[in-house]
T-cell receptor, first 115, second 112 residues
Framework: DVKVTQSSRYLVKRTGEKVFLECVQDMDHENMFWYRQDPGLGLRLIYFSYDVKMKEKGDIPEGYSVSREKKERFSLILESASTNQTSMYLC??????????????FGPGTRLTVL | DAKTTQPTSMDCAEGRAANLPCNHSTISGNEYVYWYRQIHSQGPQYIIHGLKNNETNEMASLIITEDRKSSTLILPHATLRDTAVYYCIVRAPSGSARQLTFGSGTQLTVLP
């Protein structure tokens, strides 16, 4: 089974802190994604990566950065946490299959609260 | 990606089959139908996908009508742990990474 793990299930940080969210997948997937999910707004893509050291901005990249130094690991960084970044953060991975289906596998999520 | 329509909520008795419908009348020939679910406070979980033929795996069955304008996800013996929001998504294959977009989904409540 594909397994996507996230470093924390719950995290509480203070405004202005630097926050690291780690995601690891064990299925050699090329694609990795960071989403946030908020009530009434659905899933919103922050960043994604299709290869090591490659990254692309999603719909809401402001206030975030990412790092992908190894294929299995994709990190989301909040440079200076703010209260409007309180959210559920979801990591996902998928294969890169040209012309075929590519289901995404999600981690359990990290519920981040910024005080 | 084609638009999908699902009922807002459904109930099902524990042990009975749960049949969740999805309409996707504008689906294109190369678009797949995917189902995901999300249990409260957890990450979404992939369930199954199909193109034309009916599909079955250890979690569920997917029945796609011959004209492909609608589909039904079947959980053959629903348990309390199947209570979740179920999302039907239609999207074409792509050679590059693409984000998922969930609609409102169907809140399935399995009753004891």
């Amino acid at each position: 089974d594909v397994k996507v793990t996230q470093s924390s299930r719950y995290l509480v940080k203070r405004t202005g802190e630097k926050v690291f969210l780690e995601c690891v997948q064990d299925m050699d997937h090329e694609n990795m994604f960071w989403y946030r999910q908020d009530p009434g707004l659905g899933l919103r893509l922050i960043y994604f990566s299709y290869d090591v050291k490659m990254k692309e901005k999603g719909d809401i990249p402001e206030g975030y950065s990412v790092s992908r130094e190894k294929k299995e690991r994709f990190s989301l960084i909040l440079e200076s946490a703010s209260t409007n970044q309180t959210s559920m953060y979801l990591c996902a991975s998928s294969l890169l299959l040209a012309g075929g289906p590519h289901e995404q596998f999600f981690g359990p999520g990290t519920r981040l609260t910024v005080l | 990606d084609a638009k999908t329509t699902q009922p807002t909520s459904m109930d099902c008795a524990e042990g009975r089959a749960a049949n969740l419908p999805c309409n996707h009348s504008t689906i294109s020939g190369n678009e797949y139908v995917y189902w995901y679910r999300q249990i409260h406070s957890q990450g979404p979980q992939y369930i199954i996908h199909g193109l034309k033929n009916n599909e079955t795996n250890e979690m569920a069955s997917l029945i796609i009508t011959e004209d492909r304008k609608s589909s039904t996800l079947i959980l053959p013996h629903a348990t309390l742990r199947d209570t979740a929001v179920y999302y039907c998504i239609v999207r074409a294959p792509s050679g590059s990474a693409r984000q998922l977009t969930f609609g409102s989904g169907t809140q399935l409540t399995v009753l004891p």
